[in-house]
């Protein structure tokens, strides 16, 4: 048997990245053989080893085929027989198709080397097509790599709207679309993921609510860059620039819905945007099953972001309900991740990406001035239940409107 490695792992190396995960390809051995020299199976779709001490991921070579719609509809043919070449036409792309041995030397027969120097994410066959992941894995090095110039060459690009007006992309499922999008809004540039995938058409097939910011104005005086579209993919950069983690960069994302459903006849303006957005973001949530963390702020952020930017305004029992709301008591993380996208969301603004935040000082300072209010001393006047609760608020909103006032001394 012949072993080398392929996919990211030669990429990467050839990119001068770091290295994280290898790949392994095996050509020449079967199951048995595979068994036999204490290789763990795993996988219940494909062929594919663990390595009994280093744990790496080693599969034997295949050739694929489709038989049907989505991911299931696929049939795969894995024998000694299949060869290097054979297996890597199934990749994706040339530059994650090409395959190293042991002493670094490259099989590169799609030409992966000629298009990392070119900058260029291009498919490696048309059997790209059959399978609808791909257009998400694309538009994902797109974001990876676009620090690098990266860009998607214009055939593959066509292919990607090919597939997004077939309808193979309502094939994928939440799990598989999520894991791609989790991953490219991890990326340093997530907004190109979603440029991308609005590029070929497959934005308004999988998030049609974020599709439909594009072309929506703002008012210039709050949003100098107008385009809802174009202030969601900004703020989704804010994020990124500041390393925020994957919670935030959801509710980046989905913050300002809303807007896309506002009358045209009410433009620039989006009367109770944040209430309206609610139902969409629901909808994206539950379509990719996120998870729970990234629904809660995603619909915390979406309600409450306006709240945020006028913190130094509100009166205190406004301030309480938005502290109420958040369970700052006991989720002070989830409230710090709020005051987070909030502030990405004043910075994705053009022109305002320097402009300081001061609201989010200033709600970390309400949410520790709530958090003082001791309990033990309204027990101890015989408060229970009910009432214990109401004299807790109370307190609270003393100690709110001592913050305010002081605040603005
Ligand atoms: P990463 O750095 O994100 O791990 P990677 O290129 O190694 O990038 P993997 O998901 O680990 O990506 O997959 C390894 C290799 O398997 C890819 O480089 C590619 O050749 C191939 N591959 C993975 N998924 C697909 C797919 N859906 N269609 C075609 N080829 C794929
Ligand atoms: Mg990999």
Same mark, same amino acid.
């Given at each position: 048997?012949?072993?080398?490695?392929?996919?990211?792992?030669?990429?990467?190396?050839?990119?001068?990245?770091?290295?994280?995960?290898?790949?392994?390809?095996?050509?020449?051995?079967?199951?048995?053989?595979?068994?036999?020299?204490?290789?763990?199976?795993?996988?219940?779709?494909?062929?594919?080893?663990?390595?009994?001490?280093?744990?790496?991921?080693?599969?034997?070579?295949?050739?694929?085929?489709?038989?049907?719609?989505?991911?299931?509809?696929?049939?795969?043919?894995?024998?000694?027989?299949?060869?290097? %070449?054979? *297996?890597?036409?199934?990749?994706? @792309?040339?530059?994650?198709?090409? !395959?190293?041995?042991?002493? &670094?030397? /490259? +099989?590169?027969?799609?030409?992966?080397?000629?298009?990392?120097?070119?900058?260029?994410?291009?498919?490696?066959?048309?059997?790209?097509?059959?399978?609808?992941?791909?257009?998400?894995?694309?538009?994902?090095?797109?974001?990876?790599?676009?620090?690098?110039?990266?860009?998607?060459?214009?055939?593959?690009?066509?292919?990607?709207?090919?597939?997004?007006?077939?309808?193979?992309?309502?094939?994928?499922?939440?799990?598989?679309?999520?894991?791609?999008?989790?991953?490219?809004?991890?990326?340093?540039?997530?907004?190109?993921?979603?440029?991308?995938?609005?590029?070929?058409?497959?934005?308004?097939?999988?998030?049609?609510?974020?599709?439909?910011?594009?072309?929506?104005?703002?008012?210039?005086?709050?949003?100098? %860059?107008? *385009?809802?579209?174009?202030?969601? @993919?900004?703020?989704?950069?804010? !994020?990124?620039?500041?390393? &925020?983690? /994957? +919670?935030?960069?959801?509710?980046?994302?989905?913050?300002?819905?809303?807007?896309?459903?506002?009358?045209?006849?009410?433009?620039?303006?989006?009367?109770?945007?944040?209430?309206?957005?609610?139902?969409?973001?629901?909808?994206?949530?539950?379509?990719?099953?996120?998870?729970?963390?990234?629904?809660?702020?995603?619909?915390?952020?979406?309600?409450?972001?306006?709240?945020?930017?006028?913190?130094?305004?509100?009166?205190?029992?406004?301030?309480?309900?938005?502290?109420?709301?958040?369970?700052?008591?006991?989720?002070?993380?989830?409230?710090?991740?709020?005051?987070?996208?909030?502030?990405?969301?004043?910075?994705?603004?053009?022109?305002?990406?320097?402009?300081?935040?001061?609201?989010?000082?200033?709600?970390?300072?309400?949410?520790?001035?709530?958090?003082?209010?001791?309990?033990?001393?309204?027990?101890?006047?015989?408060?229970?239940? /009910?009432?214990?609760?109401?004299?807790?608020?109370?307190?609270?909103?003393?100690?709110?409107?001592?913050?305010?006032?002081?605040?603005?001394?």
């Amino acid at each position: 048997m012949q072993i080398y490695k392929v996919g990211g792992a030669v990429r990467d190396r050839l990119l001068g990245k770091p290295v994280t995960d290898i790949d392994w390809v095996v050509i020449g051995a079967t199951t048995e053989e595979m068994l036999a020299k204490g290789f763990r199976p795993v996988g219940a779709d494909f062929p594919v080893f663990l390595h009994p001490k280093s744990g790496e991921e080693y599969a034997l070579a295949r050739t694929e085929r489709k038989s049907g719609r989505g991911y299931g509809g696929f049939t795969f043919h894995a024998s000694p027989e299949v060869t290097l %070449e054979e *297996d890597l036409i199934r990749r994706d @792309l040339t530059i994650n198709a090409m !395959a190293e041995d042991d002493q &670094q030397n /490259l +099989t590169d027969p799609y030409h992966g080397q000629r298009d990392l120097e070119a900058r260029l994410l291009r498919h490696v066959s048309p059997a790209f097509a059959e399978d609808p992941l791909r257009v998400l894995r694309v538009a994902r090095f797109a974001a990876r790599y676009a620090g690098l110039d990266f860009t998607v060459a214009s055939e593959t690009l066509e292919l990607m709207r090919q597939l997004s007006e077939s309808g193979e992309l309502e094939a994928l499922t939440a799990e598989r679309s999520w894991k791609e999008i989790s991953r490219a809004l991890m990326e340093d540039q997530p907004q190109v993921f979603i440029e991308v995938l609005r590029e070929c058409g497959a934005l308004k097939v999988l998030m049609p609510e974020v599709d439909a910011l594009f072309g929506v104005p703002q008012p210039e005086a709050h949003h100098p %860059e107008i *385009d809802t579209g174009a202030h969601t @993919l900004s703020v989704l950069e804010q !994020a990124a620039r500041h390393k &925020q983690p /994957l +919670t935030v960069r959801w509710a980046c994302l989905l913050h300002d819905l809303g807007k896309g459903l506002t009358p045209k006849e009410e433009w620039p303006r989006h009367i109770a945007h944040e209430h309206k957005g609610l139902k969409l973001i629901k909808a994206v949530n539950e379509r990719f099953k996120a998870p729970k963390d990234c629904q809660e702020l995603a619909l915390l952020v979406g309600e409450y972001h306006t709240h945020g930017h006028r913190a130094l305004e509100l009166k205190p029992s406004t301030l309480l309900e938005l502290l109420q709301s958040f369970d700052v008591y006991r989720r002070p993380q989830r409230f710090e991740e709020f005051i987070a996208a909030c502030e990405m969301d004043a910075r994705g603004r053009k022109g305002l990406e320097q402009r300081s935040y001061p609201q989010a000082d200033y709600l970390r300072g309400a949410a520790n001035a709530a958090r003082t209010v001791a309990v033990q001393p309204l027990l101890e006047k015989g408060f229970k239940g /009910l009432e214990l609760g109401e004299a807790i608020k109370r307190e609270r909103l003393k100690a709110l409107k001592a913050y305010k006032e002081a605040a603005s001394a």
